[in-house]
């Protein structure tokens, strides 16, 4: 008999994000958003005069926080990891889980693209973003202080695991199915039918990636 899933469970996957998907607010002097379904505010603060069509940084630079530039573009990865034929077609299970590993899927994707245009800073704030939303869930869950940094760094390793996987699958135009058995699937059985519907939707995104300029990309466009 399948065992009721406890907090535990959900802090090795990403909790509550998992099933909201949804940015949340950015707290004052703290990291982690607190509103679940709330937004990111529009900015307020006068942005800093720029000659015509500014680069996407020096639109950045115009915010209190840096960060909430990119927002769309976690909102996109986000809500592309919800899109149903994921879970449909290709069998990932449609548990916090299944979720958490279709969305560290995508933001794989969309992180190596980012090192291919040399948009460093900007990874790392969309990481940032990452890590703070999981923090703010795990503790909704339930998850105490005195651990959530460690079930965090449990799911942060798992991301750096995986680009790598998956960043060697794309260079060399193999093995991406492999690799999505080993981290999506997390070696279950699965039909190679909806393996290879996956490996193809995510091989498109990949190629649609690779179109986008950077400052589209940061923007929210994920093709």
């Not at 907090?7 to 703290?30: F, T």
């Not at 720029?50 to 573009?73: H, I, K, T, V, W």
Request: aromatic fraction near 4%; glycine fraction near 10%.
């Amino acid at each position: 008999m399948a065992r009721e899933p406890d907090k535990s469970d959900a802090a090795i996957a990403l909790g509550g994000a998992a099933i909201n998907m949804e940015m949340r607010r950015v707290r004052q002097g703290a990291s982690a958003y607190r509103s679940p379904r709330a937004t990111i505010p529009s900015v307020t603060k006068s942005p800093i005069a720029m000659p015509n069509a500014p680069s996407f940084l020096q639109r950045l630079l115009g915010r209190s926080d840096p960060r909430e530039g990119l927002a769309p573009l976690y909102n996109a990865i986000v809500g592309e990891g919800r899109q149903p034929h994921w879970y449909l077609d290709g069998a990932v299970p449609d548990t916090i889980d299944g979720r958490f590993d279709m969305i560290v899927a995508i933001i794989a994707l969309v992180l190596i693209r980012l090192e291919q245009q040399n948009a460093a800073q900007e990874s790392a704030w969309l990481t940032e973003l990452f890590v703070d939303d999981m923090d703010g869930q795990l503790r909704q869950e339930g998850i105490g202080d005195v651990v959530v940094g460690k079930h965090v760094g449990r799911m942060m390793s798992a991301l750096g695991g995986r680009i790598s996987a998956y960043r060697a699958a794309l260079q060399t135009g193999t093995g991406l199915d492999e690799a999505l058995r080993r981290n999506l699937y997390r070696g279950a059985e699965v039909p190679d039918a909806a393996v290879a519907h996956v490996e193809g939707a995510l091989r498109e995104r990949w190629v649609r990636l690779g179109c986008l300029s950077r400052d589209a990309l940061l923007a929210g466009d994920i093709g």
